[in-house]
């Protein structure tokens, strides 16, 4: 059997013949090149700058894990999911529990994301699914009581004080050339990177990954060659549950520390991303998020008056407000025209 | 016994009556055209017979069975696929994954290499093969409109619902759809319900004509007797017109 048989058993697609589109336009990419061009003549002259970008680079993968995780729900169910956050902590919470049991970080790691995967499925099939056809205002509603419970579900088995998790890393440090790097942020970077190849690999080539663009795409016309939509979009639900479980599992060994609030700062990180990159563009939200983890961090150095780390949070917001009034459609997405 | 049976289909959206007791058969191996005004119910028929609206009342059955418990996802198991008016492809798939999507709801457990062989047939049969790579967005109207056929053609449908396939279309295309709707018939022996506004194109290739008007059926017959028939006249000219006109 060759490979190409084997792939074609597995439902794997022909890998061959694609072109890869981002979607963005000559300007956008034109900006890209100039912030990469930057940030590496930045980095070779400044060690510091060096670090302040790799520490930044990983904490934009976290942000981009979970910007992700909104795009994939935004494209199955065009809403915003405001529980994402609280989704990915509860689902961090699990593998904490298993920690505790004694299994390894990374055993705990992969259960999770089974759980998180199922979970996310049940919630769409359970609160999404009966709500949707009504109004996208009572989707919204439901993920934001969906929020409130998973809080109230953390505290109630966790209680509230802060809980440690082995770290998946370990502490050392690598030094090349002055340039001081974290074992963390690289694991951080490279987990991240992993899974987005991984999500990508599957949405373009796999049977199901395209019945699940189509499902999203094009519902009516998906359900009539046969697609069964509303279970892709449950495992859209699922994926992005997974994706979300990610990012909360790589928050945790950047704070050291595990308590019910530690997604909502990411969660707001996480919709600036998202909505830079333009919603519905998977690669835009990914680009964005490490973008922004990276300016964050810069500007915390050398941002004057902007330095203070409280301010973090406001620059974001500043971000996102700022997208929606120049270029509400983001880097990345299209302006929706809608012909009737 | 007809492969399409349409009975007694009522249908309202609150207060409208958008069909009402709607009937007519469809035998198999026959093209039909569904014809009639804007707005008399053509795309409302299109959408009872695959599910997408629930009728209120009536019953409709192919070959014998009846659809009314089929969710529309599995509408095309029973041989029934369909294009859209306004088309309703996958605008950031490829030519090629677009007619993908519809190859792999044949069998799930297809292999890759022969779902690809046909859904590439399909666009041989329609002559776009050459653009199989492209993103489908950015093609122009009429050749998204084909790309549509092939993939309502790559599941082999007993009964094909073509909406307006000639919308859009140029002088030079319309001549080619309606050698391609010929061959459907005669080589692949297929069965094409069509709603069409070009009459040249329907009373060409029909072998039936139904004539819809306000969401009822107000005639129907071969071609050459729904042009001469006064009904349909009035329905397509208006009362007013032929009375100052006689």
């Known amino acids: ?340 | 016994m007809s492969l399409l049976s349409v009975r007694n289909v009522h249908l309202r959206f609150g207060g409208i009556t958008a069909l009402e007791d709607v009937s007519f058969d469809v035998e198999e191996g026959t093209t039909a055209g569904l014809i009639g005004p804007n707005g008399a119910g053509k795309t409302t028929i299109f959408n009872v017979i695959t599910r997408l609206y629930r009728l209120d009342e009536g019953d409709v059955l192919v070959d014998g069975s009846s659809l009314l418990r089929t969710p529309p996802s599995r509408v095309i198991r029973h041989g029934v696929a369909r294009t859209f008016q306004n088309v309703e492809l996958f605008p950031t798939m490829t030519v090629l994954e677009n007619v993908l999507v519809g190859a792999h709801t044949d069998s799930r457990f297809e292999r890759e290499r022969s779902a690809r062989r046909r859904a590439t047939e399909a666009l041989e049969l329609i002559g776009i093969d050459e653009l199989a790579s492209r993103p489908a967005a950015g093609l122009p109207f009429g050749t998204l409109k084909r790309i549509e056929l092939a993939r309502a053609l790559v599941s082999k449908p007993r009964l094909l619902l073509l909406d307006e396939p000639a919308g859009g279309l140029n002088h030079r295309e319309v001549e080619e759809l309606a050698v391609l709707l010929g061959r459907l018939r005669d080589q692949l022996k297929m069965t094409v319900l069509l709603v069409e506004h070009h009459m040249g194109l329907v009373m060409k290739i029909s072998d039936h004509v139904h004539v819809l008007n306000f969401g009822r059926m107000i005639a129907n017959g071969p071609p050459q007797e729904i042009q001469r028939n006064p009904e349909v006249i009035e329905a397509y000219l208006g009362g007013e017109l032929d009375e100052s006109a006689a």
């Open chain 1, 1 to 340: 059997m060759s490979v190409y048989e084997l792939f074609g058993r597995l439902g794997i697609r022909d890998l061959g013949a694609r072109r890869i589109s981002t979607g963005a336009s000559v300007p956008v990419l034109a900006l890209l090149v100039a912030g990469a061009v930057f940030l590496a003549v930045g980095s070779l002259m400044s060690s510091t700058f060096a670090e302040l970008t790799v520490s930044g680079v990983a904490q934009g993968s976290v942000f981009a894990s979970l910007a992700l995780a909104l795009v994939l729900i935004y494209r199955a169910t065009e809403v915003v999911n405001f529980a994402q956050g609280e989704m990915a902590m509860g689902t961090t919470y699990i593998a904490y529990q298993f920690t505790v049991w004694g299994l390894s970080y990374w055993a705990a790691f992969f259960a999770t994301l089974a759980i998180a995967f199922v979970a996310g499925v049940a919630v769409q099939q359970l609160v999404i699914r009966p709500v949707q056809r009504k109004s996208v205002l009572a989707v919204v509603i439901v993920t934001i009581g969906l929020l409130s419970l998973i809080d109230g579900v953390v505290l109630w088995i966790w209680g509230g004080d802060p809980k440690f998790m082995p770290a998946p890393f370990g502490n050392s440090v690598y030094h090349v050339g002055g340039v001081t790097m974290s074992l963390t942020d690289l694991g951080t970077i490279a987990v991240s990177i992993a899974t987005v190849v991984v999500l990508w690999l599957f949405f373009q080539f796999t049977k199901l990954g395209l019945a699940m663009r189509a499902s999203a795409l094009r519902p009516a016309a998906a359900r009539l060659v046969g697609v069964r939509v509303n279970w892709m979009l449950a495992l859209g639900w699922g994926f992005a549950a997974a994706l979300g479980a990610v990012s909360g599992l790589l928050t945790e060994p950047n704070q050291f520390v595990l308590s019910p609030t530690m997604m909502q700062p990411i969660l707001i990180y996480a919709f600036a991303a998202a909505v830079l990159g333009g919603l519905e563009s998977p690669v835009g939200a990914v680009i964005s998020g490490i973008a922004l983890g990276v300016f964050l961090n810069l500007l915390g150095q050398y941002g004057g008056y902007l330095k203070d780390s409280a301010l973090r949070l406001p620059v974001a917001f500043a971000v996102l407000l700022l997208v929606l009034l120049v270029k509400p459609s983001g880097l990345f997405g299209r302006a929706a025209v809608r012909k009737v």
